[in-house]
Every structure is written in structure tokens, then in C-alpha cells.
């Protein structure tokens, strides 16, 4: 995929843009945000992901021959969407409706420390993406909180175990970083909630619209699988808001995220965090 533009912003970090429209898009998103009146994380997330509905889903678009700043938010896959959202809140929260500062805590997020360098600066495993996050404020995650939480104690070294997978780690360099990253996460141990728990009242009582969940996937070497917030329905039931390769959009998913996660095998439950205020 061809990115549009590239540019620079004041504290010279390499962007990518996907269209000249990007940063209007971002400005007028911003705007609707602060217009809405919400000051919740929670809320502002929902109002986000409900402003991205139907947007294509589009993956590998943060890929290319050098690691750049990627702003774009009309091609979204399951991991860029969660953190587009992350940024438009917390720019919002802030109460702050430029492109550039939504461009700062879009790199804040998706960085380790914040600051990004090259591919392996990156957060690529969302165990390492909480645990850096978590370090920093910026979400607290709640998956501990829920009553009947179990833990998994996995290594995570997917990656490298695929590295003809990932083009960036045909370089030396970066394949010596991503496996030092991996080094910290051998027989890691992290909770989840089963799935065959998401129908129980105590689950729903305690989650939220506007929470961010990864799906905990038993393939060897990966922790999650696949990202999303959760919406409550009317009825009381947690639903999945996501980018979805099968539906090959933004969307809600149509079944109730206990069923739906009842028909993947693969999946054992989630991790739930929200955005820290």
C-alpha cells in the first residue's frame, strides 16, 4: 500500500500519512469530540469508535522500508483501530484538538517509553504493550479485578519463532532487538477471564463500554490474537466494537461477545484494560 504523504512535525518525528485529508480528518474528529460534552476515557472511546463505524479494515499499514509515524484513519486493522482511539481520547481529555498533539499521543502509545526509533521500538505484543503503557499511566488494566480471574503462563516469542513473517527482521539488528524484548517475556504470567465466564453477571457488572479487550489466543508463542472495545447492549450483554478482517470493516460485532468467542477454538478468553484518567 502506497502512503500519500510524509511530513515531519515540530519535534521532528518521520510520519506517514495515508491521504492529504488526514490531518483535517483528525482536526475535525477532535472537534466533535470536545463538542460532545463527554469526559469520561470510557466514553470518549465509545463516541470515537462509533464515529470510525465502517471505516475498511485494512491491515500491515504501519509496514514499509522505515519505521515512521503512520497516521492514517481510514485503513484501520484490529490494532492500529484500539490505538487510534487511545489518541483521539486522550487528546480530547486533554482538551486539545490539533492533529499534532493527537500525533503525540498516538506515538506515545504505540512506542516503547513513548518515543519511536525504529521497528523494534514499536510495542508489537500487546503483553508488552500493557506493560509498558501501564509503567507510563496511560491505561490501568482491570482483568485482575473481575471475580473469578485466572492466570496463563506462556512465552511470547512469535515473532521470531516466524521471522520470514515480518520483513523488518530480515535485518539483523532489529531481529537482536525484538528477540531481547522476548527475553523478558519467557514464562510470562498474565490473568484472563474465561470466556465461559463473559455471561455471568459479576463479568458485566464490571465491565464497561468503551473498555479495551484482547482476545487470549493458545497459538504457541502469541498472547493475544485480536483487539477490540466492548459495548453493552440493551440488553445488558457485552458486545465486541472492532475492525474485523472477516467483516472487513469497522463494525459491532452481531452476536454477544460470549457466544462469539463460544465458536472460537483458538480462544481462551480476554485481558480487559481502560484508559487511565
Request: aromatic fraction near 8%.
Amino acid at each position: 500500500m502506497a502512503m500519500a504523504a510524509t511530513g515531519t512535525i515540530a519535534y521532528a518525528v518521520p510520519m506517514r500519512f495515508h491521504c492529504e485529508r488526514d490531518t483535517l480528518e483528525v482536526n475535525e474528529l477532535l472537534i466533535k469530540g470536545k463538542a460532545s460534552g463527554l469526559h469520561t476515557g470510557n466514553a470518549l472511546v465509545t463516541f470515537y469508535a462509533e464515529q470510525l463505524l465502517d471505516r475498511p479494515y485494512v491491515g500491515h499499514t504501519l509496514e514499509g522500508d522505515e519505521e515512521q509515524l503512520t497516521i492514517n484513519i481510514d485503513e484501520l486493522d484490529c490494532t492500529t483501530f484500539v490505538e487510534t482511539l487511545y489518541a483521539l481520547a486522550r487528546t480530547t481529555l486533554e482538551g486539545r484538538t490539533s492533529w499534532r498533539d493527537y500525533a503525540h499521543n498516538l506515538e506515545n502509545v504505540r512506542y516503547r517509553g513513548g518515543k519511536m526509533s525504529d521497528y523494534a521500538s514499536r510495542l508489537h505484543y500487546i503483553s508488552d504493550w500493557l506493560m509498558d503503557n501501564r509503567s507510563r499511566n496511560n491505561v490501568e488494566e482491570v482483568t485482575a479485578d473481575v471475580k473469578g480471574v485466572r492466570y496463563k503462563i506462556k512465552t511470547i516469542n512469535y515473532m521470531s519463532q516466524h521471522r520470514d513473517s515480518y520483513p523488518s527482521l530480515a535485518d539483523s539488528t532489529q531481529f537482536a532487538k525484538v528477540r531481547n524484548v522476548e527475553g523478558g517475556y519467557v514464562n510470562h504470567r498474565y490473568p484472563y477471564i474465561r470466556k465461559e465466564a463473559l455471561g455471568s453477571k459479576d463479568v458485566e457488572n464490571a465491565l464497561r463500554s468503551g473498555d479495551m479487550v484482547g482476545l487470549v489466543t493458545t497459538m504457541d508463542g502469541l498472547d493475544i490474537s485480536h483487539l477490540g472495545i466492548l459495548k453493552k447492549g440493551d440488553d445488558g450483554k457485552l458486545y465486541l466494537l472492532d475492525a474485523s478482517s472477516v467483516g472487513k470493516k469497522v463494525m459491532l460485532e452481531p452476536l454477544p461477545l460470549a457466544e462469539q468467542l463460544r465458536q472460537r477454538k483458538s480462544v481462551i478468553g480476554i485481558r480487559v484494560w481502560r484508559l487511565k484518567q
